[in-house]
């Protein structure tokens, strides 16, 4: 498999996730095309920068930029790092820079963000799930700090493969992110893999936009590490009312590993900081929706996605 041509491969959005996993697959050579819009004057002048944990300054001084995905070569993979706040508008774009037959990879949190995009891509396109783990943000444009982690996970969600075609591509995908120094691994239940890390972003992602606060001083708080326990376990039940069980303890689990994480503040504060828009219909009022449809309720979750939803709203006047 590893003897397979590399594919060309396309980055839209090219902000902490995108650069970081854009940055690394052209550092291992692979060749890479980023699609950017108020950044490319300045990463087409100043190239990449990825300021990594283990690896130090990464830079990409000759960087393949388009500010349109029409002048873009077909790209015969193309990983989605922008929010899924913006789907609607990405989906031509996605169409404009694809290849026949080519993989496309929403590297998003939330719920449901494959199934909003599929009805816009043409039957021919492949729709994939990337689960990334990593703690990165960007500083400034096209610099990007990368501060642990780095996880990749491709999960099949739809398109023209069979179910042997469907396990083949994934290897494929996995063995590439591997070559780039990208630990990855496929996903047998898309589904399922997406409620398992909203267990994580539903409570640290919105409190650390609601509280100003990072992952430390919420762990630290006696009321605040019980709220983040809380919201997990809620999320927890909707996900087995899904069919999608997960690992026994499992918030117990995560709150230990975010105890050994660096300190962090999730990119839903970086959001609200900024005054953009923040995923709030994938990572809190599709799951709340799904777990409404079972019978299962999610009060402290419909809360804290009321409260975040008033702040978005006065925040765009």
């Not at 820079?97 to 929403?106: F, P, Q, S």
Request: aromatic share 6%.
């Amino acid at each position: 498999m590893s003897a397979s041509p590399r594919p060309r491969i396309g980055i839209i959005g090219t902000g902490a996730i995108g650069g970081y996993y854009g940055l690394m697959l052209a550092r291992a050579g692979f060749e890479v095309h980023f699609l950017l819009r108020s950044e490319y004057a300045a990463v087409a002048r100043e190239g990449l920068r990825v300021r990594h944990a283990q690896l130090g300054e990464l830079h990409l001084p000759q960087v393949n930029a388009w500010c349109e995905a029409a002048a873009m070569p077909a790209c015969d993979w193309l990983l989605v790092g922008a929010k899924s706040t913006a789907n609607a508008e990405l989906a031509p774009l996605i169409v404009q820079a694809a290849a026949a037959d080519a993989k496309v990879v929403l590297l998003q949190n939330g719920l449901g963000v494959e199934e909003a995009l599929r009805p816009l891509l043409p039957d021919s396109l492949h729709l994939l799930g990337g689960l990334c783990f990593i703690c990165a943000h960007r500083e400034a444009p096209g610099v990007v700090v990368h501060q642990s982690q780095g996880v990749c996970n491709l999960g099949y969600h739809s398109g023209p493969a069979d179910e042997a075609q469907r396990l083949a591509l994934l290897e494929q995908g996995v063995a590439w992110l591997r070559e780039a120094g990208i630990e990855s691994a496929p996903i047998a239940d898309l589904a399922q893999a997406r409620w398992q890390k909203l267990v994580w972003n539903v409570p640290y992602n919105g409190l650390s936009a609601l509280l100003g606060a990072s992952t430390r001083l919420l762990m630290a708080q006696a009321d605040s590490r019980a709220l983040l326990l809380a919201l997990m376990e809620e999320v927890v039940a909707a996900a087995e009312a899904a069919g999608a069980p997960l690992p026994a303890n499992y918030p117990h689990k995560l709150l230990a590993y975010t105890d050994r994480m660096p300190d962090y503040l999730p990119s839903m504060y970086h959001d609200f900081a900024q005054r953009r828009p923040a995923e709030l219909q994938a990572v809190y009022a599709a799951p709340l929706a799904a777990a409404a449809a079972l019978g299962v309720e999610m009060p402290r979750v419909r809360m804290l996605y009321q409260a975040l939803s008033f702040l978005q709203a006065r925040a765009q006047g």
